[in-house]
């Protein structure tokens, strides 16, 4: 059996992505529902999270935790103790918590003697690179998996969306398949569509998670937020 001649793929691409949004134009009712399910999946999570975790989960004094002290061999803080044993530098709390703000540490080594010192011999007067070494690991983990979440809901929104168009489609499909159609034009259309209707979706939940379970957040504490990330 001969196979068919493929049209020019370009304008089979055109003509195929005027069809796809001329299609959602027409139904207007399964637009409404798909730019709809968002924010109410996204409201739901919300929810969730505020009262299985509480609100403020995307504060920097959760996201990026600090040890109040470290032990290190460049600043002598103990006069008496042997040379180049380890010696504490960092915030007394007199063992009453394993970890605090990291404001209170840069605080510390910008005021702090000893920090000073630290930070100067250590990082060459660059105290976020000095605070690296205070900074716990293992910090944010329920801000991580509130966004793992968002990131599957995303996921299921795309393959929803492509399920829906696979299965209303296949017959149209198979027939203009049959003629001249490419599968590539064909699947190009797809994914611009619905990847900017994915996008508008996911941001939804993303954004709505992030504003109703973030606490207030200043200026300073943002910028504290992101040292956690930097090399």
Known sequence: ???????????????????QIELFRNNTSNLILLFLQAPLIGLVLVLIVRAEIGAGIFDSNKVVLCAPQ???TTVTTNPQAPAGSSQP????TNGNTSSVDCNRIITFLKTDTNGQQYVTKKANGNVNKALQDFILPGGGSLAQIALF???????????????????KENAIYRRERTVNLGIFPYLLSKVIVLGV???????????????????RIGRHDERIGSLGFLG
């Not at 059996?1 to 069809?19: E, W």
């Not at 530098?89 to 007394?92: F, M, T």
């Open 1 to 19: 059996m001969k196979r068919p001649k493929r049209g020019n793929p370009f304008k089979q691409f055109i003509l195929l992505f005027q069809r």
């Open 70 to 72: 470290i032990f290190q």
């Open 89 to 92: 530098l960092g915030i007394n």
């Open 149 to 167: 979440i968002v990131s599957f809901i995303a996921v299921m929104f795309g393959t929803v969306n492509g399920i829906r168009e696979i299965v």
């Open 197 to 215: 209707i994915s996008l508008i979706q996911s941001a939804s939940p993303a954004g709505g998670l992030y504003r109703g379970s973030a606490g």
